[in-house]
């Protein structure tokens, strides 16, 4: 039997609310046969995810969200809680993307504090890492990697009612939404050493996921690679017929 594999659909900030309804609707059936064998999740924007977990309630197919407050709750105008998010249905939880590192100013101290407030309320975070082009250039992959990484020491863990799981998201910024895909070998190095910086450091399960210019016809070869668990994956999962090939 092959692999099964994780696949999380960051929709960022496409698809209006009425589009993302009837996208669901009218790939329902299909979707939820997808998710029989593999993990499937769409990340849709805020407004959308509570509409979203009725129509997929009782299904294998999961949402989650693309972001959530560093803080439990208190006066944080236009923050999202991680609690609240519960409550409304998702399963899990982008943090550290890329597009909020850049425009919104994210640091990695924040982000890992949204990291450890998803885990106390038994969401799953989704932590993206990965280098810009200048970084790869000047040869500091790893530097990088081990900078956003960093925080996983944190003795927050022991505040935590059980081991939990987290996934991380390995999406190199020059390969995010450009076409290109990094070579498979150089891919299989970063992974494997991801997975060895992070048993190494701190006590709960992880997966490991790509992401960055995964398309139909990209994704084939991709699951070869030995530490991949899956993808996260951003323009080709707004179109369904994309998606079920990167899936199937
Ligand atoms: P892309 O985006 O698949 O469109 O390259 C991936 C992401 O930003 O998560």
Not at 3 to 24: D, L, P, R
Not at 155 to 161: A, E, F, G, Q, R
Not at 197 to 215: D, E, W
Request: hydrophobic share 40%; with cysteine.
């Amino acid at each position: 039997m092959s692999k099964s594999f994780i696949y999380i659909a960051n929709w960022k900030m496409h698809k209006s609310y009425h589009e993302a309804i009837t996208w669901c609707l009218q790939y329902k059936d299909e979707l939820v046969q997808l998710s029989t064998r593999n993990t499937v999740a769409i990340c849709p924007q805020f407004t959308d995810i509570v509409e979203l977990t009725n129509i997929f309630k009782n299904t294998a197919l999961k949402i989650g969200a693309q972001n959530c407050a560093a803080y439990e709750s208190g006066s944080y105008t236009g923050e999202v809680s991680a609690v609240s998010l519960a409550q409304s249905g998702c399963s899990y939880c982008i943090v550290g993307h890329s597009e909020r590192r850049i425009y919104f100013h994210e640091t990695d101290d924040t982000i890992m504090q949204k990291v450890f407030i998803l885990l106390k309320n038994t969401l799953i975070p989704i932590l993206c890492i990965g280098e810009t082009a200048q970084e790869k250039e000047q040869g500091l992959t790893f530097k990088v990697l081990e900078k956003q990484l960093y925080g996983l020491r944190s003795p927050s863990w022991n505040l935590l009612p059980t081991l939990p799981t987290i996934i991380i998201a390995y999406e190199p910024v020059w390969a995010i939404g450009s076409g290109i895909i990094p070579d498979h070998n150089k891919l299989e190095t970063v992974l494997l050493w991801i997975a060895d910086y992070v048993s190494s450091i701190h006590p709960c399960s992880f997966k490991i996921l790509y992401g960055g210019s995964v398309n139909g016809n990209t994704s084939a070869t991709l699951k070869k690679l030995a530490h991949l668990d899956g993808f996260l994956i951003g323009g080709a999962s707004l179109d369904f017929q994309e998606l079920k090939k990167i899936v199937l």
